[in-house]
């Protein structure tokens, strides 16, 4: 009787014991001062004018302190605890894809910059000096030449020229010879109108915001990387914790046995189920462990950081039930999501090649107007003065040339298919963000499913373990109970994260990923 006692004690302290399980991770705030000072490394400082910091991608909100919990203990000696919002902070800063992509920022931004520099005046200046040997003379002669030309946004050439030669011989004497001219085409048929002329500035204005709608994208989907792989570390302790407390309870499983062994209350050789149970959960453990190091290890190379950082995700896992309505859905995507934008506009572009392409297969017909003068001045006849203005009509009529007729046809062609890859783009936007409102709703009916039965299957093993107690269960059903317990946490914990995944990927869809975390690009 004393041994039932005993044995009744131990098992309420030990059920006493099991019913304290805690899922909610309390939040911290992440020592972010160390991990800068360990990612600073990998920050470019500037490249030029046009070079930036990746920080500009950061809203002034995303900003963290860091600090450890005991500044005397070395960073690879203790965990460093970071939440979600500091991951991605870290992410913006050092995530190469990100820097890279504000790299080639430089670059598109100088396109642009020439680009609209096309109607600036372009100034040529050139000059030479000679001193030249011949039978009767020689003579020193030196020349400069600066010449501009205008290009106007209707298509209309201007050109305006001074040419200045300045000789001196032994012989012959002193002599100059100076003069300016101006020359202006305007074209009537191919090159004229501002819709043409102005047309590679329009390109060039349109690639400019797919290059910003790009980095976007490239932003977006790192972020959104970064919130899977913080997740799936997140998701990798909490399965290792399951995977600890199983091995727990199996232990005490085998201490429940033991002791009702010596009670008497049963066969000695039924332990070797429990013990059995004890190595499977030992198994289980190890694996846990080696899939935590791999996510880590996973989420760092994500953010650019020492591999041997010991961070510790410490996001407290919760969830709540969002309503999403599909049609309004599809309009946010329409007018945010950065891959159907740049195909409006890429839309556009392939019509304005059109307008070009027809343009440059009419035939070259332009008004030339012009005017110079030069006047010379020598030693023998002093000074004399010409000039001369014309204006008139210049005609190029290419003749069985079908090569002119080319570009036009391919670029009708590329107006069709831009037209078809756009349907084909926008409903491929309404499939992917219908199919991710639909896959948000059955995640969380999943979760809620899992969440009543973990909850039912650790009422069954808890009764089945009292059972045990009194005799009326064995061993075997017990540990039955068990694994359906262990799977209904992971159960749990899959869903749980799946359905946070899901609105991640939802963001995603609609292009709301920067919003929905107050990020801003400074670009």
Known sequence: MLAARQLQGFYLGYRQQSLRRVYLLSRHYVMIKILIAISILFVPVSVDAYSFSNEQAVSAGQ???????????????????????????????????????????????????????????????????????????????????????????????????????????????????DGASITVIQPLLRGAGKNIATAPVRLAQLSEQINRLNLKSIISQTVTGIITSYRALLQAQEQLKIARESLNRSHKLVDVNRAMIAAGRMAEFEIVQAEAEVASQELNFEQARNDLDAKRLELLQLLSLDLNTPIEATESLQAHDIKVDVVQAIKQAEYSQPQWLIKLIENEQANIDLAVAHNNSQWDVSLVGGANQVRRRDNQSGVSRTW??????????????????????????????????????????????????????????????????????????????????????????????????????????????????????????LGTTLQSWDITIND
């Open 63 to 177: 900003e963290k302190n860091l600090t450890f919990n005991s500044p005397d203990i070395s960073l690879h000696a203790q965990k460093i605890e970071m939440t979600l919002g500091d991951a991605i902070y870290l992410g913006l800063r050092n995530n190469r894809a990100i820097r890279s992509a504000y790299l080639n920022r430089i670059s598109q931004k100088f396109d642009l910059t020439v680009s609209q520099g096309r109607f600036n005046p372009k100034l040529t200046l050139s000059g030479n000096y000679l001193a030249t040997y011949n039978q009767d003379d020689r003579y020193r002669q030196g020349a400069v030449s600066p010449k501009t030309t205008i290009l106007t946004p209707y298509g209309s050439r201007v050109s305006l020229g001074w040419n200045y030669i300045n000789t001196k011989a032994n012989m012959a004497g002193f002599s100059t010879n």
């Open 388 to 509: 001369e203005n014309y204006v008139g009509i210049q005609v190029e009529i290419p003749v069985n040339d079908m090569s002119i007729h080319q570009a036009e046809v391919q670029a009708r062609v590329n107006v069709r298919n831009s037209g078809i890859q756009l349907a084909e783009a926008h409903q491929q936007l309404e499939r992917e963000v219908t199919n991710a409102v639909r896959d948000i709703n059955a995640r969380w009916r999943q979760y809620e499913i899992s969440q009543r039965a973990r909850d039912l299957s650790l009422r069954k093993l808890e009764i089945e373990r009292e059972k045990l107690t009194v005799g009326r269960s064995s061993n075997f059903q017990v540990l039955s109970y068990e694994n359906d317990l262990r799977n209904a946490e992971n159960a749990r914990l899959n869903t749980l994260i799946n359905y946070l995944n899901a609105q991640a990927e939802l963001d995603q869809q």
